[in-house]
């Protein structure tokens, strides 16, 4: 099964909303994958204004700036972890890879190897994934933003282009951590993860986010293919 990921795709048909999957079969037929994914998430925790100062009140304000500073700090020591777990797990292959192979099995499709040799493209294209703390000391999230499209590789011509956003809190479990080590994973907690844990963790959200992505393609495809039917 190959992947071909690409730091910046050219786009092989207009973007915009569109479901064509009622006009195709995707039961054996070839299907490659292309994608466009950031190499790794962000460390986000908390809001920029945290730091600002406000003249009418300057000693609250110096006491918002010493926290936000720790906080940065912290977030700057999430993120050095999380870069040094990146090393041992490559999240961008890793989901464009779980999306082919759980999309083929779902769907009865084989995967091609190169987009040369397919029917059709997954054009996966994501523009933003992240671990996102509200406040410092509150739940953590995981979230992505991007697009699926699905495209006829004789033509380029787009059939389907599904929206990918979603939220999902982090948990210890996530991470292989003890229940005794607490449920959800707060933006403190996180700058405390070893490497090893964060990498065990990148691995279950990659698998997390491709689901949700497969997830997307098969609903639709399941809703035209009824609709298809219904309509003979």
């Not at 995707?26 to 962000?42: F, K, T």
């Not at 959200?205 to 992505?213: E, G, S």
């Amino acid at each position: 099964m190959a992947v071909l990921l690409l730091g910046l795709l050219p786009a092989l048909a207009a973007c915009g909303p569109s479901n064509r999957l009622r006009e195709v079969s995707l039961d054996q037929s070839r299907i490659a994958i292309v994608a466009a994914i950031p190499p790794h998430p962000r460390v986000q925790a908390g809001s920029p204004e945290e730091g600002a100062i406000r003249l009418r009140d300057p000693l609250g304000s110096m006491a918002r700036v010493g926290t936000a500073a720790e906080k940065y700090r912290q977030v700057q020591r999430a993120q050095a972890r999380l870069d040094s777990a990146v090393a041992r797990v490559d999240v961008a292959d890793r989901i464009a890879r779980q999306v082919l192979a759980q999309s083929a099995e779902t769907l009865r499709f084989s995967p091609a190897a190169r987009p040369s040799g397919a029917d059709f493209i997954l054009d996966l294209r994501i523009r933003d994934y992240a671990l996102v703390a509200d406040s410092f000391e509150g739940a953590t999230f995981f979230v992505i933003e991007g697009d699926l499209l699905l495209l006829e590789a004789a033509t380029g011509r787009e059939l389907w282009d599904g929206r990918i956003q979603e939220r999902e809190v982090l948990t210890g479990s996530l991470f292989g951590l003890p229940a005794a080590a607490g449920n959800v994973i707060t933006a403190r907690a996180l700058a405390g993860l070893s490497s090893a844990e964060m990498a065990t963790g990148l691995d279950r959200l990659a698998d997390f986010a491709a689901q949700r992505v497969t997830d997307r393609l098969r609903r639709d495809y399941a809703r035209s293919r009824d609709d298809y039917e219904r309509r003979r």
